[in-house]
């Protein structure tokens, strides 16, 4: 008796000890296992190549994503990072067959677990673009980091190598678990929503006029100071569209001509955006085509060529006589993005409205 307790104490202390050693090295393995971040290429200045390494000549979009993971050995030692190339053109050429593809692609690769982060390399010029259009069509609140340079791979004190590894940093990051698209621009994160690029040239260029970066990454850590409460409230599901309705936008100035509404709409616009002047105002002859346009039953969205602010319902203008919408504080170019959605489930301005106020 007293020997068979003896021997059951000690397979005891053998199943203690081994279950207590495994779980040991499984907590070392998860710790050491880096998080997975898959790299989406699709050009830009960030693997843009010019002649001289001073000049302003470059052609963007020309490196590979091998080259530029290869500028940047660093990025291996904070994810294990896969690279894909999903175009390679400078951000003017992008378009809705492009957004469609990355979209599609991220859904996947957050649906078959295959990254717990995407880094998104982009022109800067649509970079804003491109970005609020995944913040709305990608179903997964993971990280999704857009990210791009305002100088050339190949000229003197570029910015695209720091800007690439402080992207997965920001991806890999476990604070960013639930941030959603975000872009990640000379040390600074920006809500896909808010962000816009606003210089030409500087390295600095982008900035969230309105509320400012919700974030920092430098020195190889991610802090996050603020979040957003006007995160996405529907994401629409673009996965079975091949194309999206077709959506202008017009800009005011003192004297705009209203012919501009009748092309639109002559070429199939279903939506205009009118980036106004001041809250989203027009001239008489402008007005009297977007009423026009309106009882056609194409969609007039109110913008703002100001840049920063809002453009605010019932001002100077009767929106709900002439079943207008407004942008809120989304600039022109992101109502668009907004209204093309939109306009895919609905043609309803109210319908329209509410999602303009809550996304
Ligand atoms: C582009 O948008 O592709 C060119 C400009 C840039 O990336 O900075």
Redesign the pocket.
């Known amino acids: 008796m007293a020997m068979k307790a003896g021997f059951s104490t000690l397979l005891l202390l053998i199943f203690i000890s081994f279950s207590f050693s495994s779980k040991a090295s499984q907590i070392i393995e998860d710790q050491q296992e880096l998080p997975r971040v898959m790299i989406l290429a699709t ?4 693997a ?1 190549v010019g002649a001289s390494a001073i000049g302003a000549d470059y052609k ?2 020309q490196k590979p994503i091998e080259d530029l993971l290869n500028a940047v050995p660093e990025i291996h030692d904070v994810a294990q990072v896969e690279g894909e190339q999903i175009a390679n ?6 378009d809705i067959t492009t957004w469609l593809k990355l979209s599609k692609r991220i859904n996947e690769i957050f649906e078959n677990d295959e990254a717990d982060g995407v880094v998104v390399t ?6 804003e673009e491109t970005a609020y259009f995944l913040s709305l069509t990608v179903q997964y609140d993971k990280p999704v980091v857009l990210v ?4 050339a791979f190949t000229a003197i004190s570029q910015d695209g190598n720091r800007n690439l590894l402080d992207a997965v940093i920001v991806a890999a990051s476990k604070k960013s678990e639930k941030v959603g698209t975000v872009v990640a621009m000379d040390s600074q994160i920006f809500t896909a929503r808010d962000v816009d ?1 606003t210089n030409t040239l500087r390295t600095s ?1 982008f900035r969230s006029r309105n509320f400012g970066p919700i974030g920092t990454v430098f020195d190889g850590k991610v802090d996050y100071y603020y979040t957003s409460l006007r995160k996405p409230s529907h994401h629409f599901d673009v996965r079975d569209q091949v194309t999206l309705p077709e959506v202008d936008i017009l800009y005011g100035y003192a004297g705009s001509r209203p012919d501009a509404v009748g092309f639109s709409l002559k070429f199939g616009a279903r939506g205009i955006v009118y980036a106004g002047v001041g809250n989203g105002n027009f001239n008489d002859g402008v007005k009297e085509a977007l009423i026009a346009a309106a009882q056609e039953g194409v969609v007039i969205c109110r913008a703002s060529r100001i840049g920063a602010g809002k453009v605010t319902l019932h001002n100077e203008v009767d929106d709900a006589k002439y079943k207008f919408v407004v942008s809120d504080d989304l600039s022109p170019q992101k109502a668009r993005i907004l209204l093309m959605l939109a306009l895919t489930e609905t043609d309803d301005p109210t319908a329209i409205q509410e999602l303009i106020f809550t996304n």
């Open positions: 050009g830009g200045t960030i843009g963007a979009g053109i400078g951000s003017q050429n992008m982009h022109g800067t010029d649509t970079m791009g340079a305002m100088r690029k260029a």
